[in-house]
């Protein structure tokens, strides 16, 4: 519970944080250790499902937290992908 606590908090910071910046690393997956980069890369690689990056990266196969927020940066690395 204060793993799950802590992993919220968190995720609460590094979303609201109005600092953010291209050079900010921001982990979105803090069980495996997976950024925000390695997902949007990861899609422009051809991962266009959550299925995909579950497959490739390894995201939300522990405690799940994290879906909601990838399945977010997911849909719009999708619409970017398209725009281009
Ligand atoms: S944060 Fe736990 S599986 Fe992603």
Redesign the pocket.
Same mark, same amino acid.
């Given at each position: 519970m204060a793993l799950a606590n802590a992993?919220q908090s968190h995720r609460t910071t590094l979303l609201t944080s109005h600092s953010f910046n291209k050079a900010t690393i921001m982990y979105? *997956?803090?069980?495996?250790g997976?950024t925000e980069s390695a997902v949007r890369e990861a899609v422009h690689q051809g991962a266009d499902r959550m299925r995909d990056l579950r497959i490739c990266l390894g995201?939300?196969?522990?405690?799940?937290? *994290?879906?909601c927020d990838i399945k977010q940066i997911l849909d719009q690395t999708r619409l970017q992908k398209k725009q281009v």
């Open positions: 992993i979105i *997956c803090l069980c495996k997976i995201i939300s196969k522990q405690c799940g937290q *994290c879906a």
